[in-house]
Every structure is written in structure tokens, then in C-alpha cells.
């Protein structure tokens, strides 16, 4: 069964209350890292996978994009989307990424923002997006980096007096569901090493055109915590390319 923890009450105002969420593309760490990757949106159709508060969607369109569609399992989520970050080119579709079903060569290029960590089967995934795009099409999303996913817990290992010591890393090549805390509530993610991300993309059609671990930003280490931030990579951010 597919959760879907954002249309929880307690939990979806938490989320929202978050900066992401508040101030949208620029109160996103990796946004810096990731606006770079981004491919021209001048005249194609894109797909957003997870497009949770629609913020992408909205900046696709804003871009030139002939069309947008933006999915999510969350109606809280694409009740902001459609409320906040509508266009005449975008729709919002409630369905879960695992669901999504569009004809062959249906769009120039495919979206996610932090959305697959919580998908099982990212290699049926990616078969999937691979025969949506196409050739030439654009694949670009951001997830959990592997190393912040291993462990389960997503928290820091902390000394008796509540200092901080390290960031657990274990059962690394175990993959598969793991239980986290987010926002002080559980939630089911899933973890897969690297290079099981990277050989989705190679063994269905893909070209890796680019990879970033994003890092905050100088401006951001005086924020509590945020140094530590710099201590063990949190996000993975891929660009590939469908084959001709």
C-alpha cells in the first residue's frame, strides 16, 4: 500500500510551516544546485512526479512551457497547487508516482523533487518516464542522497550531554523500507544505494548528463544547525537524458 502521510492533518501542517514550504524554490537548500540543471522548458511538455505545492510547476510555466502536468497522492498538496500555482498551461492530477500512466513520447521533460525516496521500485519508475519522454527528452530530480537514507532513522548520533558525534551509516547495501522520523512523525521511505539509482537510469535508456550533492550555501551556515549540514551529504540531485 502507497502512504500517503501528507494528507494526515498533524502532519501536513508541519510540513507546511517548513521554510520550503513558506518561501517556496528559494527557501529550498539544494534550489541553488538544482536551477542550474534545469533544461530549457521553452515550448515542452513536462511532467512534475510528486509536484507536492506545484512551485516547480508554477516555474516551468513561467519558463515558456507549452504544458505542464503535475501529480501527487496528496489532495491537501494539489489543493494549495491549484490554489497558489495555477496556469493556464498546468493540471494537477491526483495519483501516486507508481500509478502514472501516459502514452508513448507524451512529454519533453520529467520532473521530481524529493518524491523518490518514498517509491519502492524506482527501476519500474524509470522504465516508466524513459517511455513517456521523448528521444532526447529531459529526466531531472532530487531525492535523499543514499547516505542519509542508510541508517533508517535520519537523525544524528548524540553524545550524553545531546552534542552531536556523527550521523549513523549502516546497512548500506541492504536496501529497502525504512522507517524515519520526519517532523517528529513516522514515515515509511525507502533506501537504495548509488549506484542502483544511477544503473535505473543506464539499463533503461538513459544518459547521466550530470550529478550534484548539494551543500548549503555560504549565506545559510550562520542558521542553527546548518554547519553540521555540511558533515554528510542529505540529497542526491540526478540530470540524464532519453537515448535517441
Known sequence: MKENKYDDSVFFEKYSQMTRSQKGLEGAGEWKTLEPMLPDFTGRRVLDLGCGFGWHCEYAARHGAASVVGVDLSERMLARARSEHSAPVIRYECMSIEDVDFAPGS??????????????????????????LTPGGDFVFSCEHPVFTA?????WYYAPDGSILHFPVDRYFIEGRREAVFLGERVVKYHRTLTSYVQALLQNGFAVTDLKEPQPLQEMLDLPGMVDELRRPMMLIVAAKKQM
Do not use: M
Open 107 to 132: 512529454f519533453d521533460v520529467v520532473l521530481s523533487s524529493l518524491a523518490f525516496h518514498y517509491v519502492a521500485d524506482f527501476d519500474a519508475v524509470a522504465e516508466k518516464i524513459h517511455r513517456f
Open 151 to 155: 541508517y533508517g532513522t535520519q537523525d
